[in-house]
């Protein structure tokens, strides 16, 4: 192993009396073009290009003498640090961080952002990176080359929200760009930049609580706390959205139940299809999910908007119903079919989410829906809910079961590995 292994993070800006006496000692330096080429490197010093960090790690493991990895920003903030801190190069590092690209970026925009999420698109994640900017109102993406502004702006279709472009932060090239979504597509962006997603109608819900967590808490800030909320939490309790009786806000017994099956986490997108007033849909975005909620209901799709925003989260409404409705949105990672029928089922199915859940409203419906799940190639379950709600006896402390207990068909899949 290498006799001393130093980490320096560099912003562009003189380096540190420490980075710079590191540097000058070094027998091997690892790091990007640009930086091998700016920086003081000595002539005699052995030069990686710092592209696959783990055969880097595994050449600085087998050098002698001193070696130093150059990286941007605080390099163990979604940085190098936590490949070449892995058990298998055996490696022991000092790191010399720098401000972090990220940091960097709301500077330049004049933002504060102790309350926004922070993604890389590296290894492959830029639709979830683009679900976590659906769902959220202030977002740090750290790009990559082929997955840049452009292309996360083409995964954010019909979302408005405002970029931050900042190219080459820290360099004589540095160029900070501010345009809306729609644009950003039109352009050629340079390698490496920061990208900033704000906007979204969930924003001043964050503003209000912000201050001391950073990031933003499951549950969110200023919603009450819990979740499969009473019914009358809702705007739209109480309501019947078709003939067949299908409540506006499903039973909060129904609603724990379809969430579990649902699994909804940051980084993922949910269907909600046949959504109601959208209590499921909001509560599956308070989870952090990004939220889809279809409704052929135009009063049910404004009380839908009203009860996002009294829980500050951001779920997408999409006026319509049946099969052809579903055609122009984004992949699933989870669906519910809350109403709709057998046709939209199949629909959903044919898109291919991870979970899936459906409330079918009499039991032939259901055995022709669990047919179809397991026809498509999910593992098939379900139950029969029963709430019986308890009520007082007498004078004393005892209960007993009340009237007016309801049942509800929950059927779920979860697609066979």
Same mark, same amino acid.
């Given at each position: 192993m290498a006799d001393r292994i130093t980490v320096i993070g560099w912003d562009g800006t003189p380096l540190t009396e420490?980075?710079?006496?590191?540097?000058?000692?070094?027998?091997?330096?690892?790091?990007?073009?640009?930086?091998?080429?700016?920086?003081?490197?000595?002539?005699s010093a052995e030069r990686i290009t710092l592209g696959n960090v783990r055969q880097a790690a595994r050449? *600085?493991?087998?050098?002698?003498? #001193? =070696? $130093?990895?150059? !990286?941007? @920003?605080?390099?163990?903030?979604?940085g190098v640090v936590r490949t070449l801190r892995r058990p298998e190069f055996g490696l022991e590092l000092e790191v010399l961080?720098?401000?972090?690209?990220?940091?960097?970026?709301?500077?330049?925009?004049g933002m504060p952002w102790e309350d926004a999420q922070v993604v890389s698109v590296h290894g492959g994640r830029l639709r979830r990176a683009a679900n976590i900017c659906r769902a959220h109102p202030k977002v740090a993406v750290l790009t990559a080359p082929g997955a840049g502004p452009a292309e996360l702006a083409l995964m954010l279709r019909g979302v408005h929200r405002t970029f931050v472009v900042c190219e080459a932060l820290g360099t004589p090239d540095e160029d900070v760009t501010v345009l809306t979504s729609?644009?950003?597509?039109?352009h050629v962006w340079r390698?490496?930049?920061?990208?900033?997603? *704000?906007?979204?109608?969930?924003? #001043? =819900? $964050?503003?209000? !609580?912000? @201050?001391?967590?950073a990031g933003r808490p499951v549950g969110y800030p200023g919603a009450e706390r819990g979740w499969a909320l009473p019914g009358d939490a809702y705007a739209g309790?109480?309501?019947?959205?078709?003939?067949?009786?299908?409540?506006?806000?499903?039973?909060?017994?129904?609603?724990?139940?379809v969430l579990a099956r649902l699994g909804a986490r940051p980084g993922d997108l949910v269907w909600s299809v046949g959504a109601g007033s959208g209590a499921l849909a909001v509560e599956a975005a308070r989870f952090g999910a990004?939220?889809?909620?279809?409704?052929?209901?135009?009063?049910?799709?404004?009380?839908?908007?009203?009860n996002a925003r009294r829980y500050g989260v951001e779920v997408e409404t999409v006026y319509g119903s049946g099969p052809e409705v579903l055609g122009g949105l984004p992949e699933p990672d989870a669906a519910v079919v809350e109403s709709g029928g057998l046709d939209v089922v199949r629909a959903v199915l044919a898109r291919r989410p991870e979970r899936f859940v459906a409330l079918p409203r009499t039991l032939a419906e259901?055995?022709?829906?669990?047919r179809a799940i397991a026809g498509a190639g999910y593992r098939a379950d379900g139950a029969l809910l029963q709430e019986t709600p308890l009520r007082p006896v007498g004078e004393g402390d005892g209960l007993a079961p009340g009237a007016g207990g309801t049942g509800a068909l929950v059927l779920w899949g979860e697609q066979i590995v």
């Open positions: 420490a980075a710079g006496a590191a540097l000058a000692a070094a027998t091997l330096v690892a790091g990007a073009p640009y930086q091998l080429n700016a920086l003081p490197v000595p002539e050449r *600085i493991a087998e050098h002698r003498g #001193a =070696a $130093v990895v150059v !990286a941007e @920003g605080d390099p163990g903030f979604f961080p720098a401000v972090s690209s990220v940091a960097a970026a709301f500077a330049r925009a729609d644009r950003i597509a039109d390698d490496p930049n920061v990208v900033l997603v *704000i906007g979204g109608g969930a924003q #001043a =819900a $964050v503003d209000e !609580a912000a @201050g001391w967590l309790a109480g309501r019947a959205e078709d003939e067949a009786g299908a409540p506006e806000v499903l039973p909060a017994h129904v609603r724990a139940l990004a939220v889809v909620a279809v409704e052929g209901s135009r009063s049910a799709c404004a009380r839908l908007t009203v259901a055995e022709e829906v669990h």
